[in-house]
Protein backbone atom coordinates (compact mmCIF):
# COMPACT_ATOMS: atom_id res chain seq x y z
CA UNK A 1 0.00 0.00 0.00
CA UNK A 2 1.22 3.19 -0.63
CA UNK A 3 0.53 6.45 2.18
CA UNK A 4 1.91 9.54 2.64
CA UNK A 5 2.53 11.42 6.01
CA UNK A 6 2.52 14.59 6.93
CA UNK A 7 2.69 14.97 10.70
CA UNK A 8 2.93 18.18 11.32
CA UNK A 9 -0.80 19.44 11.46
CA UNK A 10 -0.28 23.12 11.79
CA UNK A 11 2.99 25.22 12.09
CA UNK A 12 3.32 28.76 12.87
CA UNK A 13 6.56 30.65 12.34
CA UNK A 14 7.35 34.55 12.40
CA UNK A 15 8.73 36.76 9.36
CA UNK A 16 12.28 35.85 8.27
CA UNK A 17 12.18 32.16 10.28
CA UNK A 18 13.02 29.01 8.96
CA UNK A 19 10.51 26.53 8.31
CA UNK A 20 10.79 22.53 7.51
CA UNK A 21 7.70 20.46 6.59
CA UNK A 22 8.26 16.98 6.55
CA UNK A 23 6.89 14.14 4.49
CA UNK A 24 7.21 10.70 5.20
CA UNK A 25 6.03 8.36 2.08
CA UNK A 26 5.57 4.54 1.85
CA UNK A 27 5.82 2.34 -0.71
CA UNK A 28 6.85 -0.92 -2.42
CA UNK A 29 7.79 0.27 -5.62
CA UNK A 30 11.40 0.84 -6.95
CA UNK A 31 10.29 3.60 -9.24
CA UNK A 32 8.03 6.62 -8.17
CA UNK A 33 7.54 9.97 -8.16
CA UNK A 34 7.15 12.96 -5.38
CA UNK A 35 5.31 15.74 -5.40
CA UNK A 36 4.72 19.35 -3.10
CA UNK A 37 1.40 20.89 -4.13
CA UNK A 38 0.49 24.33 -2.21
CA UNK A 39 -2.60 25.83 -1.37
CA UNK A 40 -3.29 29.26 -0.33
CA UNK A 41 -6.67 30.95 1.06
CA UNK A 42 -8.03 31.23 -1.50
CA UNK A 43 -8.31 27.54 -2.52
CA UNK A 44 -6.47 26.61 -5.65
CA UNK A 45 -4.05 24.16 -5.44
CA UNK A 46 -0.53 25.22 -7.22
CA UNK A 47 2.18 22.60 -8.30
CA UNK A 48 5.42 23.13 -6.72
CA UNK A 49 8.16 20.27 -7.33
CA UNK A 50 8.40 16.48 -8.74
CA UNK A 51 11.16 14.49 -8.06
CA UNK A 52 11.64 11.16 -9.26
CA UNK A 53 12.87 8.42 -7.05
CA UNK A 54 15.95 7.87 -8.78
CA UNK A 55 17.16 11.25 -8.31
CA UNK A 56 18.29 12.16 -5.03
CA UNK A 57 19.56 15.50 -5.99
CA UNK A 58 18.55 18.29 -3.62
CA UNK A 59 17.22 21.20 -5.04
CA UNK A 60 16.40 24.79 -4.41
CA UNK A 61 14.56 27.29 -5.83
CA UNK A 62 14.67 30.44 -4.77
CA UNK A 63 13.46 30.84 -0.85
CA UNK A 64 12.34 27.04 -1.35
CA UNK A 65 14.46 23.73 -1.04
CA UNK A 66 13.99 19.95 -1.25
CA UNK A 67 15.78 17.38 0.76
CA UNK A 68 14.72 13.81 -0.51
CA UNK A 69 16.17 11.17 1.40
CA UNK A 70 15.13 7.47 0.20
CA UNK A 71 17.40 5.90 3.25
CA UNK A 72 14.21 7.67 5.54
CA UNK A 73 11.90 7.82 2.72
CA UNK A 74 11.14 11.42 3.55
CA UNK A 75 10.95 14.28 1.14
CA UNK A 76 10.93 17.61 2.96
CA UNK A 77 10.60 20.96 2.11
CA UNK A 78 12.11 23.74 3.74
CA UNK A 79 11.32 27.52 2.94
CA UNK A 80 13.79 30.03 4.16
CA UNK A 81 13.33 33.45 5.35
CA UNK A 82 9.62 33.09 5.38
CA UNK A 83 7.00 35.70 4.63
CA UNK A 84 3.33 36.08 4.77
CA UNK A 85 2.36 34.81 1.55
CA UNK A 86 3.92 31.98 2.08
CA UNK A 87 0.62 31.04 4.70
CA UNK A 88 -1.02 28.40 2.95
CA UNK A 89 -1.70 24.47 3.66
CA UNK A 90 1.12 22.35 1.79
CA UNK A 91 0.46 18.80 0.50
CA UNK A 92 2.82 16.21 0.00
CA UNK A 93 1.91 13.90 -3.09
CA UNK A 94 3.25 10.46 -4.04
CA UNK A 95 2.69 9.15 -7.98
CA UNK A 96 0.92 5.87 -8.11
CA UNK A 97 2.31 2.64 -9.77
CA UNK A 98 0.13 3.23 -12.71
CA UNK A 99 -0.34 5.21 -15.49
CA UNK A 100 -3.43 7.86 -15.27
CA UNK A 101 -4.28 7.01 -11.43
CA UNK A 102 -4.17 8.86 -8.59
CA UNK A 103 -1.60 11.20 -6.72
CA UNK A 104 -1.90 10.00 -3.41
CA UNK A 105 -2.08 12.49 -0.79
CA UNK A 106 -0.93 13.36 2.95
CA UNK A 107 -2.99 14.98 5.27
CA UNK A 108 -1.46 18.30 4.73
CA UNK A 109 0.75 20.83 6.79
CA UNK A 110 -1.11 24.77 7.37
CA UNK A 111 1.24 27.15 7.40
CA UNK A 112 0.76 30.64 8.88
CA UNK A 113 3.38 32.97 9.05
CA UNK A 114 2.93 36.36 11.14
CA UNK A 115 4.44 39.65 10.40
CA UNK B 1 -1.91 28.16 -16.53
CA UNK B 2 -3.20 24.86 -17.06
CA UNK B 3 -6.34 25.92 -18.94
CA UNK B 4 -8.83 24.25 -16.78
CA UNK B 5 -12.40 25.68 -15.83
CA UNK B 6 -15.06 24.20 -13.26
CA UNK B 7 -18.19 25.68 -12.79
CA UNK B 8 -19.95 26.15 -10.76
CA UNK B 9 -17.53 27.23 -8.16
CA UNK B 10 -20.21 27.33 -5.85
CA UNK B 11 -23.41 25.25 -5.41
CA UNK B 12 -25.76 24.65 -2.41
CA UNK B 13 -28.37 21.63 -3.06
CA UNK B 14 -30.53 19.80 -1.18
CA UNK B 15 -30.52 15.97 0.24
CA UNK B 16 -31.48 13.61 -2.86
CA UNK B 17 -31.06 15.93 -5.72
CA UNK B 18 -29.13 15.50 -8.57
CA UNK B 19 -25.93 17.70 -9.31
CA UNK B 20 -23.93 17.57 -11.94
CA UNK B 21 -20.50 19.59 -11.72
CA UNK B 22 -18.33 20.18 -15.21
CA UNK B 23 -14.21 20.48 -15.61
CA UNK B 24 -13.50 22.12 -19.13
CA UNK B 25 -9.82 22.00 -20.71
CA UNK B 26 -8.67 23.75 -23.34
CA UNK B 27 -5.33 22.35 -24.67
CA UNK B 28 -6.63 18.67 -24.88
CA UNK B 29 -5.15 16.46 -22.71
CA UNK B 30 -5.85 12.81 -22.54
CA UNK B 31 -6.02 12.52 -19.05
CA UNK B 32 -8.74 14.28 -16.52
CA UNK B 33 -8.89 13.47 -13.19
CA UNK B 34 -11.86 14.22 -10.43
CA UNK B 35 -10.81 14.47 -6.77
CA UNK B 36 -12.83 15.56 -3.31
CA UNK B 37 -10.90 17.59 -0.48
CA UNK B 38 -12.19 16.92 2.75
CA UNK B 39 -10.68 17.93 6.08
CA UNK B 40 -8.27 15.59 7.52
CA UNK B 41 -7.96 13.54 4.55
CA UNK B 42 -6.31 15.16 1.94
CA UNK B 43 -7.49 15.11 -1.43
CA UNK B 44 -9.13 11.74 -2.82
CA UNK B 45 -9.70 10.27 -6.37
CA UNK B 46 -13.11 9.87 -7.23
CA UNK B 47 -13.48 8.99 -10.92
CA UNK B 48 -10.83 9.59 -14.05
CA UNK B 49 -10.94 9.15 -17.64
CA UNK B 50 -8.25 8.39 -20.25
CA UNK B 51 -10.02 9.35 -23.14
CA UNK B 52 -13.32 9.75 -24.63
CA UNK B 53 -15.60 7.56 -22.86
CA UNK B 54 -12.83 6.25 -21.31
CA UNK B 55 -13.36 5.99 -17.37
CA UNK B 56 -12.49 4.13 -14.70
CA UNK B 57 -13.09 4.39 -10.51
CA UNK B 58 -10.85 5.96 -7.66
CA UNK B 59 -10.58 5.34 -4.04
CA UNK B 60 -14.02 7.34 -3.36
CA UNK B 61 -16.50 6.12 -6.46
CA UNK B 62 -19.57 5.20 -4.61
CA UNK B 63 -22.24 7.69 -5.41
CA UNK B 64 -20.97 9.11 -8.23
CA UNK B 65 -20.91 8.81 -11.92
CA UNK B 66 -18.58 10.43 -14.68
CA UNK B 67 -18.86 10.84 -18.26
CA UNK B 68 -16.75 11.96 -21.11
CA UNK B 69 -18.01 12.94 -24.42
CA UNK B 70 -15.47 15.04 -25.34
CA UNK B 71 -12.05 15.56 -25.31
CA UNK B 72 -12.81 19.05 -23.21
CA UNK B 73 -15.36 18.28 -21.19
CA UNK B 74 -15.34 15.69 -18.16
CA UNK B 75 -18.78 15.92 -15.93
CA UNK B 76 -19.00 14.87 -12.28
CA UNK B 77 -22.99 13.86 -11.34
CA UNK B 78 -23.93 12.97 -8.19
CA UNK B 79 -27.12 10.97 -9.21
CA UNK B 80 -28.42 11.79 -5.60
CA UNK B 81 -26.56 14.26 -3.32
CA UNK B 82 -26.11 13.23 0.41
CA UNK B 83 -24.52 15.40 3.41
CA UNK B 84 -21.38 12.94 3.15
CA UNK B 85 -20.95 14.53 -0.24
CA UNK B 86 -20.60 18.20 0.97
CA UNK B 87 -16.51 18.79 -0.38
CA UNK B 88 -14.54 20.84 -2.64
CA UNK B 89 -13.99 18.77 -5.76
CA UNK B 90 -11.29 19.13 -7.75
CA UNK B 91 -10.77 18.59 -11.33
CA UNK B 92 -6.99 17.69 -12.39
CA UNK B 93 -5.49 17.22 -15.80
CA UNK B 94 -2.22 15.57 -17.41
CA UNK B 95 -1.40 15.38 -20.85
CA UNK B 96 -0.41 11.28 -20.96
CA UNK B 97 -1.33 9.66 -17.89
CA UNK B 98 2.42 8.54 -17.97
CA UNK B 99 3.16 7.25 -14.82
CA UNK B 100 4.50 10.09 -12.34
CA UNK B 101 3.69 12.78 -15.10
CA UNK B 102 2.56 16.30 -12.90
CA UNK B 103 -1.37 16.89 -12.75
CA UNK B 104 -2.53 20.22 -12.51
CA UNK B 105 -5.84 21.48 -10.62
CA UNK B 106 -8.21 23.57 -11.27
CA UNK B 107 -10.00 26.41 -9.32
CA UNK B 108 -12.73 24.36 -6.97
CA UNK B 109 -16.05 23.89 -6.64
CA UNK B 110 -17.18 24.06 -3.28
CA UNK B 111 -20.59 22.38 -2.65
CA UNK B 112 -23.14 21.97 0.58
CA UNK B 113 -25.36 19.57 0.70
CA UNK B 114 -28.10 20.34 2.97
Known amino acids: AQKVTQAQTEISVVEKEDVTLDCVYETRDTTYYLFWYKQPPSGELVFLIRRNSFDEQNEISGRYSWNFQKSTSSFNFTITASQVVDSAVYFCALSGDQAGTALIFGKGTTLSVSS | DAGITQSPRHKVTETGTPVTLRCHQTENHRYMYWYRQDPGHGLRLIHY???????DKGEVSDGYSVSRSKTEDFLLTLESATSSQTSVYFCAISESGDYGETQYFGPGTRLLVL
Open chain 2, 49 to 55: SYGVKDT
